[in-house]
């Protein structure tokens, strides 16, 4: 479960998340809207899929020789000052060498998250309205049960909104999906444990 930790010293900055150290319990901090957003660790099936859709891009962008592109997750995303917002999605696709702990949104081709059933609406809203404002191109968006993924939703950004383009469902098959820096063909069940 996700939980907004308000703090009577808040709001918080970006530069306040940055002081702050590593989490031994591998749970993750975020910044939203000056707040902090504290996420458990991700399950075993979470990380399994993360993984494998991480796989899919890598395998992608070296079929393609975009060897100036990486596929990484659990990197911070510095949304803006402004909004006193930093994410930590899931799984993300940069135009920069992935070296550091966090990167400014113009080097994010696409973000996405792995919600689990805990994650509320409004977060997810929240989340996707922030990777819109700060301008990353494509947004997935992966709704799953105990045993992983159980639907892929694909967002690309129009008019600094993002629209749904893609939904793959477990029983799908293989769907190619073009909301990505080099198309990728992905089948929810394979993603499952």
Request: net charge negative.
């Amino acid at each position: 479960m996700t939980a907004l930790v308000q703090h009577e010293i808040g709001p918080f900055t970006i530069d306040d998340w940055h002081a702050l150290p590593a989490r031994a319990d591998g749970s993750r901090l975020e910044l939203l809207e000056g707040y902090w957003l504290v996420t458990p660790p991700p399950s075993g099936p979470h990380q399994w899929a993360e993984n494998e859709i991480i796989l899919l891009f890598k395998n992608a962008l070296r079929d393609a020789n975009r060897s100036e592109l990486y596929a990484v997750g659990g990197i911070g995303v510095e949304i803006g000052s402004e909004q006193r917002t930093a994410l930590i999605p899931d799984f993300v696709v940069l135009d920069t060498t992935p070296v550091g702990t966090s990167f400014g949104p113009e080097y994010v081709l696409l973000a996405g998250e792995i919600w689990s059933p805990d994650n509320s609406p409004r977060e997810q809203r929240d989340k996707l309205d922030a990777y819109a404002h700060a301008g990353v191109p494509s947004f997935w968006s992966v709704a799953q049960d105990s045993r992983g993924p159980t639907e892929l939703v694909t967002y690309r950004l129009e008019h600094g909104r993002y629209v749904p383009a893609t939904s793959v469902r477990v029983g799908d098959g293989a769907v190619r999906v073009a909301e990505a820096p080099e198309p990728v063909e992905v089948d929810i069940s394979a993603l499952r444990l």
